[in-house]
């Protein structure tokens, strides 16, 4: 697919310090509210269920009202493809929602990470480590001598 690939790198931590050509610009963000489904249209549960899953996601306190218009369409193709069980959409259903973070590797690849991911890291190298604890429960053990094979 065209158009992916590595995000580039912080210009801070390039080796070369050739200047950005195109400057960034800074816009207020305004945060949204997610919207209700649109009455009139008659949604399947499917869609009511994924629908909601957006509305409780960790990403849903960074979209803006543009976002949820995206989403709304997004949901449209959605509750289309499960009510008439054409998937004719699903590919671009699946690159819709990959650009909001939908699975593990999309989290990756816009470099999302859920906020107890320190917590896990540090739980998990005192785990290797084994600290106080682990010392403690082996202080007494000694090493036995390998036999000499004429035990019976």
């Given amino acids: 697919m065209a158009g992916r690939g590595p995000q580039p790198k912080d210009p801070a931590r390039r080796a070369r310090s050739n200047r950005d050509p195109i ?6 963000f305004v945060h949204a509210e997610a919207p209700a489904l649109p009455v009139g249209v008659e ?7 994924w629908w909601k899953h957006w509305t409780d996601s960790p990403q849903a306190d960074g979209f ?15 509750n289309a493809m499960w009510t008439t069980g054409n998937t004719q ?3 671009e259903i699946r690159l819709r929602v990959a650009k909001f973070g939908a699975t593990p590797e999309d ?3 816009l470099r999302m990470v859920f906020a107890d991911a320190d917590d896990k890291d540090e ?7 084994g600290g106080a604890a682990a010392r403690e429960r082996y202080q007494g ?4 001598p390998p036999a000499t094979g004429t035990e019976e």
């Fill in 107 to 109: 989290r990756a690849r």
């Fill in 23 to 28: 400057g960034t610009t800074v816009i207020e």
């Fill in 141 to 144: 053990l000694r090493a036995v």
């Fill in 64 to 78: 803006t009202a543009l976002d949820w218009d995206f989403l709304l369409d997004t949901a449209m193709m959605h």
């Fill in 123 to 129: 739980k998990r190298a005192a785990k290797r480590s």
């Fill in 89 to 91: 959409n699903a590919a």
């Fill in 43 to 49: 949604w399947c549960d499917a869609t009511k269920r």
